[in-house]
């Protein structure tokens, strides 16, 4: 928020220094990022005077330049080489003697120094406008008023405006501060909480009493959507001429940035940032039927901005249209070029009304126009600042414009908004502020920002939020109010904090999350951050049904929050292919979204992504694409990190991942895993397998919260090994052989291990055998072969009764 001194000056009081004004600021809240010193003419024509010119000689080397001497007041006259053609003798004009320093419209600064111009000695320069920044003429030297003293400094002549501005960061929920009336009001409540007194007031501007015009125009207003704008004002004016504004009017506005274009859009920004209230101007000319109704249009509506682009309206967006349903007005965002001022404008309808923030917001996002009005209606702006400013506005139009009131004001305003209240106890405000308030204090603060004490005890008080302050409903932002404005400097620092030892909860998602990313990084992996809004074009209808749309969408291809963590990361990849980076390893930690019968859905993961070679071509061995079993020994060491055993494998059916398994623990899938499917590559331009694993983060993390893992002490006992050699199906998974041992449930079974496939036509049509080695192991003594053969029949027995294998011998 851009505030200037002088302007914000004009309502106060009392006049600080800017320093001491930046303080105040600061110390209430509103923290100066920035303050800066503003000139209407770069320099503003320090060091510069006026002076005489006694006389003028033709220069004898030069036929366009002129000798001249100058009286500037100071003694002896000053030599000075001209090259202007309309010097003369007797004229007052502008000097620049040596040492002073010229800023010109363009160019560079030049400081005066003693010269030689062709041999003649020159003792400084006589200005033309140009070239001291007071206007674009550079036909001749600057002649002044006759009258005028030799060695009167040109400051004091010309007066050129100064200024300081300050940049406020403001917070989002302190649209009573955007305007220089609100920061005003702060400043008055900081100094009656300093001088403990209720005499500081904002003064407000005069509103005198308008000219009227001899006819009348009057214009209905009516309201069809009140819930988007409950309340609508407006005012006729006619014969106003379209012109450049007041000087005063522009300086006000390019000290805070503003480009000044006419005075009846000066006027109407000049009100916005001085109250806060966006107000709109129309041609009322271009209202058909000499009627304003506040409405919604059918949805792709076509209607032309002030920018002159065609945009299709949404059936949500609020319009102010004319008689005859045409609109003239986004409403609060932006106006129409139709209805718009022009220089050909003589008769004016000006609108001040109160828009709900959220549609506001939604509307401006929706076409992508953040105008001035739009920020301040989208926060939320003062309801009860309505008339006020339009007749501020209406005001300043006839008397800056010519302009004068064919109606009365038309206020329609159907549901009047009773002011919020809040109650609270001292008790709470010395708590939750940490300093003892007195009573009185927190009273004379509120009631110095305009708050209404409706009742008071000895314990509390309550009050009505004035409106200007939409954000406030809570006792705790009372106590932010009188916080800051007592300055948040004068907290006290405790000697002594009392705290509680946090427990935190086990185990710790941040801890295990950062074990996991050092374990994948650690092995060559890179970690990845794509964005959770993705492009709806990439799943089906069926996906989508169940997929959070985006509301109000940046771009159409960012427009539904990801359903799953393939899409993002292939993007990720193919962006990389195409740079010709083609062996990769990604992981990331993310979020997917879903809408569920319960509402919306966010469930965390764990992806990985692998492509490409997992070992670089070399004289000694060729290259080694990654695959499944690569990918599979990352997921099986990543649940080993996590103290994960005893996993359950099963196939699924998956459309997007080929193949794909799903690995489950205590009978929950923890991990789905595969190749993408050729269809999904397709999408994304990618002509090299991927390989995927999807971690459930969550189910993951509620499972280690049920786990219990502890060190083990390492084995003094050895253990033994027994090898078989099974004769099954083809069809038979190695998975089912696991499971079938694993069921056998004996404590001296420790490890199963695949470690030869054979397939031949001497085993029988459609027969493979594996080798399988079994390790055993007794953590209290030494096995026994009557031990471990005991165990070794129970698991053929079960090969051969389950799988129907055969054991070759």
């Known amino acids: 928020m851009t505030i200037s001194y002088n302007w914000l000056c004009d309502y106060l009081p009392v006049k600080p220094t800017p320093q001491e004004l930046s303080t105040i600021l600061t110390r209430i809240g ?8 503003f000139e209407a003419v770069k320099g503003s024509l320090a060091g ?4 005489e010119v006694l006389t003028t000689a033709k220069h004898p080397n030069a036929d366009k330049l002129t000798l001249t001497t100058v009286n500037i007041g100071n003694g002896e006259p000053l030599h000075i080489v001209c090259g202007a053609p309309n010097v003369a003798a007797g004229q007052k004009v502008v000097v620049a003697p040596i040492g002073a320093t010229i800023y010109p419209i363009s160019g560079e600064p030049v400081t005066m120094k003693k010269a030689k111009i062709r041999g003649e000695e020159s003792q400084g320069m006589i200005c033309a406008e140009d070239e001291i920044g007071l206007g674009n003429s550079h036909a001749g030297i600057l002649v002044l008023d006759p009258s005028l003293q030799p060695g009167t400094p040109a400051s004091e002549i010309f007066q050129p405006a100064q200024d300081w501005i300050y940049e406020i960061g403001l917070t989002p929920n302190r649209m009573d501060a955007m305007s220089h009336i609100g920061v005003a009001k702060d400043v008055c409540a900081f100094l009656n909480n300093l001088e403990h007194t209720h005499k500081y007031q904002v003064q407000l501007p005069e509103i005198k009493a308008l000219p009227q015009a001899a006819a009348p125009l009057n214009i209905s207003v009516s309201i069809e959507n009140t819930d988007a704008c409950p309340r609508y004002s407006g005012i006729s004016i006619t014969g106003v001429q379209v012109a450049p504004s007041p000087e005063w009017l522009k300086e006000k506005l390019t000290a805070i940035g503003v480009r000044p274009i006419n005075n009846i859009v000066d006027i109407t920004n000049f009100v916005l940032h001085e109250t806060g209230q966006p107000l709109h101007a129309f041609d009322a000319a271009a209202i058909k039927g000499n009627a304003v109704v506040v409405k919604n249009l059918p949805q792709g509506t076509p209607f032309v901005t002030l920018d002159e682009k065609e945009r299709k309206l949404d059936a949500a967006d609020l319009m102010i249209c004319n008689g005859a349903g045409e609109g003239m007005c986004i409403a609060g965002v932006f106006g129409g070029l139709r209805s718009g001022v022009s220089d050909n ?16 917001r939604t509307t401006s996002f929706r076409h992508g126009l953040r105008t001035d009005a739009a920020t301040r209606f989208e926060k939320g702006v003062d309801i009860s600042n309505i008339v006020f400013a339009l007749q501020r506005t209406a005001a300043l139009i006839c008397e800056l414009a010519g302009g004068k009131a064919a109606s009365a004001i038309v206020d329609v305003y159907p549901s009047v908004k009773h002011k919020t209240q809040v109650e609270t106890t001292y008790a709470y405000i010395r708590k939750l502020s940490g300093s003892n308030y007195p009573a009185d204090k927190i009273k004379n603060i509120l009631r110095s920002l305009g708050f209404d004490i409706l009742a008071e005890t000895a314990e509390g008080l309550r009050v009505a939020v004035p409106y200007s302050k939409p954000d406030i409903s809570l006792p705790a932002d009372l106590v932010e109010e009188v916080m800051r404005i007592d300055g948040l400097d004068n907290i006290e620092i405790p000697s002594k904090v009392m705290i509680s030892p946090a427990i935190s909860a086990q185990p710790d998602a941040e801890r295990v999350r950062e074990k996991i990313a050092e374990y994948l990084a650690g092995n060559g992996f890179n970690e990845i951050f794509t964005n959770s809004i993705t492009n709806s074009q990439y799943f089906t209808p069926e996906v989508l049904e169940h997929t959070v749309k985006m509301m109000n969408s940046l771009t159409v291809e960012l427009d539904v929050m990801r359903p799953s963590m393939i899409e993002t990361g292939l993007e990720r ?27 919306y859905a966010e469930n965390n993961h764990l992806s990985l992504y692998l492509t490409g070679q997992q070992t670089s071509e070399t004289w000694m061995r060729k290259a080694a694409p990654v695959d499944f079993y690569f990918l599979k020994g990352y997921v099986i060491n990543i649940l080993a990190q996590l103290g994960y055993s005893g996993l359950q494998w099963v196939e699924n059916e998956n459309a997007d991942l080929t193949p794909s398994w799903d690995i489950k623990v205590k009978n929950q899938v923890v991990v789905t895993l595969g190749g993408i499917s050729a269809r999904k590559l397709k999408q994304f331009d990618i002509k090299q397998p991927v390989w995927f694993a999807d971690f459930n983060w969550d189910k993951i993390l509620g499972l280690l919260q049920k786990s219990d893992n502890f060190y083990k002490e390492i084995p003094r006992f050895p253990a033994v090994r027994r090898d078989l050699a099974l004769v099954l199906d083809r069809q038979v998974k190695f998975a089912a052989v696991e499971a079938a041992a694993r069921a056998v449930k004996s404590p001296l079974l420790q490890n199963i291990n695949l470690f030869d496939v054979f397939e031949s036509e001497k085993l029988g049509a459609n027969k493979k055998s594996y080798a399988v080695s079994f390790t055993f192991l007794d953590s209290q003594k030494t096995l026994t072969d009557k031990e471990i053969d005991s165990v070794m029949e129970k698991l053929v027995k079960t090969f051969e009764s389950q799988l129907q294998a055969e054991i070759r011998k």
């Open 345 to 360: 404008t003589h008769d004016i309808f000006l609108e001040s009304a109160f828009f709900s923030a959220g549609g506001i």
């Open 48 to 51: 510069l005077v006026i002076g």
């Open 30 to 37: 509103l923290e100066v990022e920035s303050l800066e010193k």
């Open 573 to 599: 990849i193919s962006y990389n292919l195409n740079r010709k980076n083609e062996d990769l390893l990604f992981f990331e930690f993310g979020k997917t979204y879903a809408v569920t019968d319960k509402g």
